[in-house]
């Protein structure tokens, strides 16, 4: 074979081999060739314009047929980085790649640029996207202002969602202009929401018209007002998964709801609950006064004023602890007592996880330690410090408390995994903690930058992790809150 003049021998022997390489995957069936790319292909999944399947279809004529035969290859895309060069955007795109799909349900990503926005561009592509809207399954919209997606989203669009099972909605500014957005009424079978919308929109219905009362899992991740809090969760009805957050010291124009009835969320198993500045804020407590969640496993509840005299034991007065699985309270415990007088009624936790600054460490840690005979189903644990720096008296209480809880005859099940976080923690604190527990554990530990590993003898994970602020529980504990399964 001869080499090409402007081809260096390096290119050439990389492209020799490469050919070579492949040759066997070529001649495959190109059945077969479909199944597989079928089964490589993750659920919801989006690629990107430059990545698969057109990487697939490039490697040889055989994988270009056998990819262009694939529907499921071409049911996803997802389009960004784009704000700053709309000239590299081909609206034709969607429909080359849509179209390849057949009649697979679709899904579809927009994102903008953090930096600029181009409203032309932006239109360019919901045009394009129009015609298969009617397909739309998952849809995924993240641009500066909701004014970009009026010609999209608006009452008189034309815009049919029939199909839509899952939106991720967010826009970074609020609208110059606050226009009708009605084509989510079309959504019959939307169930799981992400919304970052100001949180007044989302609450009035003759601006934002959605179909809160058939969603079983939302994530609101803008600030809400109480008022807007208030007039959205008494509407949804057939809430699974719950993560909203609440700014009380945000203005608002709305009324409070009328209260003299319950709330009740039959069917909520999941509540991820979010305040801010929550003092003195009647409605938001007359809201979670009227909470009835008689199928709550889950809570994560986090108040980020330390000062707030806002407490979780007081917070929702129907919540069943008897039932909870797993509990994450941040910042929600002023003293001790309060603490020990939910754990003693928590007898089905699996899971739990503090994380407090009101309360020194020591004196969180001792109360625990007075009600481990009270969780007998405790599998794992999670506690934050990061206002103490890690003394001798902490390393013991903490040890004595994993002790308690690791030989407990009484327990169900077997404890799985403690961590510590903290500010100093390193190896050398690793060592106190490790050291009353030294005849529990395996001849293994592991050290690194960030703290220590160690394995008890019964197979139990602990682990002393350095943290420096702001820390992210939730993201930490991300796993703990994840729903399993399709929409």
């Not at 292909?41 to 430059?50: A, F, T």
């Not at 409203?119 to 045009?127: F, G, N, V, Y």
């Not at 500045?277 to 994560?300: A, F, G, M, N, Y």
Request: glycine share 4%.
């Amino acid at each position: 074979m001869k080499v090409p003049a402007n081809t260096s021998n390096a290119q050439f022997e990389h492209e020799n081999k490469t050919c070579k390489i492949f040759a066997p995957i070529r001649l495959l069936p190109l059945e077969t060739l479909i199944e597989i790319f079928s089964y490589t292909v993750k659920p919801w999944s989006v690629p990107r314009i430059d990545q698969a399947p057109m990487s697939v279809s490039q490697v040889c004529s055989t994988w270009r047929q056998a990819s262009f035969m694939c529907p499921v290859l071409w049911k996803t895309l997802k389009i960004d980085g784009l704000a700053d060069h709309p000239d590299n955007f081909q609206s034709n795109i969607l429909s080359w790649w849509f179209e390849r799909a057949n009649r697979s349900s679709l899904s579809f990503s927009l994102s903008q640029g953090l930096v600029g926005s181009n409203h032309k561009l932006t239109e360019r592509i919901l045009d394009a996207l129009f015609p298969f809207s009617h397909r739309l399954a998952h849809l995924h919209l993240s641009v500066t202002s909701l004014n970009e997606l009026d010609p999209f989203l608006s009452d008189n669009s034309g815009t049919r969602l029939p199909l839509l099972k899952k939106l991720d909605l967010g826009v970074r500014h609020d609208p110059v202009e606050i226009r009708t957005i009605g084509v989510f009424r079309s959504a019959s079978a939307l169930r799981d929401a992400t919304l970052g919308i100001p949180s007044d929109i989302l609450a009035i219905s003759s601006y934002f018209a959605f179909p809160w009362g058939q969603l079983t899992r939302l994530t609101i991740v803008s600030p809400l007002t109480s008022s807007a809090f208030s007039w959205i969760i008494i509407q949804c009805e057939q809430l699974v998964y719950a993560s909203l957050f609440v700014d009380v010291a945000l203005s608002s124009g709305l009324e409070d709801p009328p209260s003299p009835l319950p709330v009740t969320l039959a069917h909520l198993s999941t509540l991820i609950l979010k305040v801010d500045d929550c003092s003195d804020d009647s409605t938001l407590e007359d809201t979670l006064d009227r909470l009835v969640l008689p199928s709550l496993k889950k809570i994560q509840f986090s108040i980020s004023d330390t000062e707030s005299q806002f407490k979780f034991s007081k917070a929702i007065p129907s919540l069943e602890y008897t039932s909870l699985t797993c509990l994450v309270i941040v910042n929600g415990v002023s003293y001790p007592y309060e603490l020990s007088h939910v754990l003693k009624l928590c007898n089905a936790l699996e899971e739990l996880a503090i994380e407090n600054v009101r309360v020194f460490a020591c004196e969180l840690l001792e109360t625990l330690l007075r009600c481990a005979y009270f969780l007998p189903s405790l599998t794992s644990f999670v506690f934050v410090f990061e206002d103490e720096d890690f003394d001798d008296e902490l390393a013991e209480i903490f040890s004595e408390l994993v002790q308690e809880w690791a030989r407990d005859p009484a327990r169900r099940q077997p404890l799985k995994a403690v961590t510590l976080y903290g500010c100093g923690v390193d190896d050398e604190c690793a060592k106190e903690v490790f050291s009353d527990i030294r005849d529990m554990l395996v001849p293994w530990r592991e050290a690194d930058e960030e703290g220590s590993v160690a394995v008890s003898q019964s197979g139990m994970v602990l682990c002393t992790r350095a943290v420096t602020r702001p820390f992210d529980l939730a993201a930490a504990l991300q796993n703990w809150f994840d729903v399993e399964g399709d929409i």
